[in-house]
């Protein structure tokens, strides 16, 4: 098994998981637009809300899919040098957690992604309610902060997925300073 074999692997199972939980974002964001009010003054937000609100979960599985059907090309992608694993499993430290910080970085990006746009669509619609705004009240202040946490959250999965190897890198030498300290002290 090689690196790519088992990315891959990782992909598609976090793909049928990430197909499960989409389906009740899918039956939130429909919610949403089955009780929008009426339409804000500016007809242009209306229609970007309800595009928001539209294409999140239409994004999020067709994400899924893709991750599910493309996780060969993906890994390729990630992995361009394919070297062959011995029966014995003998990734280095580094190479295994590069792999898992890529894995994991796809996994925290694909899900955030459709969230942060429906939570973009609440503020939009959040800032067009008379007396609520953005940081008027603890609602707006809320939904404003939640929002933002989010965007954090699509970032670092960004972060892990790009630099992967550099974590990777970091994170061994971080032990072998802190296994060479240990060995010094005895």
Same mark, same amino acid.
């Given at each position: 098994?090689?690196?790519? =074999? @088992?990315s %891959?692997?990782?992909?598609?199972?976090?793909?049928?998981?990430?197909?499960?939980g989409? $389906?009740?974002? #899918?039956l939130?964001?429909?919610?949403?637009?089955?009780?929008?009010?009426d339409?804000?003054?500016?007809?242009?937000?209306?229609?970007?809300?309800?595009?928001l609100?539209?294409?999140?979960?239409?994004?999020?599985?067709?994400?899924?899919?893709?991750?599910?059907?493309?996780?060969?090309?993906?890994?390729?992608?990630?992995?361009?040098?394919?070297?062959?694993?011995?029966?014995?499993?003998?990734?280095?430290?580094? =190479? @295994?957690? %590069?792999?898992?910080?890529?894995?994991?970085?796809?996994?925290?990006?694909?899900?955030? $992604?459709?969230? #942060?746009l429906?939570?973009?669509?609440?503020?939009?619609?959040?800032?067009?309610?008379?007396?609520?705004?953005?940081?008027?009240?603890?609602?707006?202040?809320?939904?404003?902060?939640?929002?933002?946490?989010?965007?954090?959250?699509?970032?670092?999965?960004?972060?892990?997925?790009?630099?992967?190897q550099?974590?990777?890198?970091?994170?061994r030498?971080?032990?072998?300073?802190?296994?060479?300290?240990?060995?010094a002290e005895?």
């Amino acid at each position: 098994m090689g690196k790519r =074999e @088992l990315s %891959s692997m990782v992909i598609k199972l976090a793909a049928v998981y990430r197909l499960a939980g989409n $389906l009740a974002f #899918l039956l939130m964001s429909l919610n949403s637009i089955c009780f929008m009010r009426d339409c804000p003054p500016e007809p242009w937000l209306s229609q970007l809300r309800w595009t928001l609100l539209t294409l999140s979960p239409i994004f999020a599985l067709l994400i899924d899919v893709f991750m599910l059907v493309g996780s060969d090309w993906i890994a390729a992608k990630i992995f361009r040098d394919e070297r062959q694993l011995s029966p014995a499993f003998s990734l280095s430290f580094e =190479e @295994l957690l %590069s792999v898992a910080f890529c894995c994991i970085g796809l996994l925290v990006f694909v899900d955030s $992604l459709p969230k #942060l746009l429906h939570s973009i669509s609440a503020l939009i619609s959040l800032n067009q309610e008379p007396g609520i705004g953005l940081l008027e009240t603890m609602f707006g202040v809320e939904k404003t902060a939640h929002a933002c946490g989010i965007a954090l959250q699509t970032l670092a999965g960004i972060i892990l997925f790009l630099q992967a190897q550099r974590l990777a890198r970091f994170c061994r030498k971080r032990c072998d300073k802190i296994k060479r300290e240990s060995t010094a002290e005895q």
